[in-house]
């Protein structure tokens, strides 16, 4: 029930309404101190809901102001005296809710007080409602902001960090502890996160600790609780006062953090004022945002774990086959030796059929045993390629003398076609001889006896290319390439195999692979060294009508050649940094007055590049085993050079390129 106070000096008029409102059953008080702050904190501390103000009082209208302005939800009524009221000139609009006449009528004023106190409770049910609707929507627009926050999120203290501020922040909690597990691949123990508006004493702290680990133990029974490690935060303005047992009466809630069955710890929050329904759907949600985000880092997590376990497992498994390679390598020399000497010796036809035989088997060993070095060394980052400007006839060349005697043997025809003069390649020519003839003995092998091998070259640009067709490449196709196609009409590969031989130790059952021998470690060796010039290779083939391997080289040109040696150095140096200078005008003159000044210092090993592209000039310089607080000095050194000479347009980029992390610095 609303209480009404009367507002009178006048005892009579007084008497005359409180009689009728306690007739109706209405609570009312008489108030004559007219001291105006007073007025009001007598108001409030009463709880007043209504206010009748006599005209005989002069400071009524700022009486009536003063309530309105500082508590709107307060309904005013004036009784005033028409033969009087009249006279005064003020602006009661927006302060006075109704105006009843004196004398006061019963039929009257007891309908207006009612309708208006109907009011009022309609009014305060929609300001309550309104109030809760902000909350709600606050807290809505607080989660929506976790959520983008928690996305992409990878660091388990940052989003334990989030979670207390989002729970701060839309359900404005006086403590919240959070007892989080360690996973099995943490060497640690189990943690406790307490997060406070003030400092608890210790044996506070120990009930939430034991309360905490309590709720835990219904969810996660197998986890061993016996040491728990705290970790406190605690609001700085209120450090020095402090929480006792007595904060244990608070309202609480408290859930376990879980997706499905996996439960990765448990939260409990303390506040002195009751939790709503709506504060603990936000709380619920608040958990399940956070046990999704933190499944996610320790899924992470343990699959980063379980990569450095695989690759240290991929490494001893390397250094397993170099060891054991050298060591059969080894004694395959003096059998070699011994098996050259008896065959120059003067033995019976079939004591020489038996050494030929054993001599070709000790060939095709040596040939496995370098395969499998050669992909040691390639996994290992140990493979070093000599580059240099290289014409890849001279390759073709070698294939030509190599096979030709076999190709009789099996009475294949063999032929290489070239029709146009090739241009050079910047390449390891050894690694070139060695890609060519893995394909070309694949062919030989897989081609029956009457077949045909035909390898053709020629000249094509990266748009004469079906992109789709290319085996896994390295980088986006560009510029102009030397294409070698190898084309057999053997036994085929079926569409779905096509990738698979390029994996390692893979062959394609059936008798003729079986027959035709190997450990399947050519082509994976292949497209490494492919990969290795920025090539790329692709499979054309037909089952039961032959192959056609193709391999395309990109043609020399400073640019190209700067970036297979760039490609080659991240592999070889812990840190490489790239430097690159890029400008509309011709930038030589300038690089040239940067080295005479010292400013730029290329090192041991260094190579640099200067070319025209796409209307720009550039120049670039890889820089390795330097330290980044020595490029950033020599990028500002450059800098201040550009702001004193003509070159303003020109922009700067310096680039770790080992870890492709890039910061650009725009004069």
Known sequence: MTKILIISTNNETFSNISAILNAS?????????????????????????????????ETYSVIAKKIKNNENNIFTALLYDAKTFGSKDEDLSGFIDVFIQKPVNKNILIPTINSYLKIKKSMDKFREDNKELNKSLYQLDVLYNTSSKLS??????????????????????????????????????????????????????????????????????????SKVSTEEFIKPSYEHQTYDIKLLNSDKLTAPIKVKDRVFGALSIYRNKPFTKEDVVCFQSIIHQIASALRAVILYDEIKNANVELKKLERIKSEFVSIVSHELRTPLTPINLSLDFLASEDINPNAKKTVDLAKKNVTRLTGMIEDLLDLSRIETGKFSFEYKKYNIKTSLDLIQKTFEGQAKEKNINFKIIINEPLPD??????????????IANNAMKFTPNGGNITISANVCSAEDINRKNLIDPVEPLKGKYVHISIKDTGLGIKNENIHKIFNKFSQIENSLTRNAGGIGLGLTITKNF??????????????????????????????????????????????????????????????????????????????????????EFIYKIYLPNL???ACDFITSRIEDFIKESNYKDCGIVLERALFRKTTELLA
């Open 425 to 438: 390649i910047y390449a390891d020519s050894k690694r070139i001889d060695q890609i060519l003839t893995n």
């Open 152 to 225: 992409g999120n990878l660091d388990k203290e940052k989003l334990y960090e989030i979670m207390f501020e989002t729970l701060e922040k839309t359900l404005s909690f006086d403590l919240a502890s959070a007892l989080i597990f360690p996973q099995a691949y943490e060497n640690t123990e189990n943690k406790l996160f307490v997060h406070s508006l003030k400092k608890p004493d210790a044996a506070l702290l120990e009930v939430l600790k034991e309360r905490i680990i309590s709720c835990a133990k219904e969810t996660n029974p197998d986890n061993d609780f």
């Open 25 to 57: 059953g209405i609570e009312n008080a008489l108030y004559t101190r007219m001291d105006d702050d007073e007025i009001f904190d007598f108001i409030k501390e009463n709880n007043f809901g209504a206010v009748i103000l006599d005209d005989e009082i």
């Open 627 to 629: 330290q980044k607080s």
């Open 530 to 615: 492919i990969d290795a010039h920025f090539g790329s290779i692709w499979v054309e083939s037909e089952e039961n009508k032959g192959s056609d391997f193709n391999v395309i080289l990109p043609v020399f040109s400073d640019a190209r050649a700067f970036d297979i040696d760039l490609n080659a150095a991240k592999k070889t140096y812990e840190t490489t940094f790239l430097l690159t200078l890029k400008t509309n005008r011709d930038i030589l003159d300038f690089v040239e007055n940067l080295k005479k000044e010292n400013i730029i210092k290329p090192v041991r090993n260094s190579k640099e590049v200067y070319f025209a592209q796409n209307g």
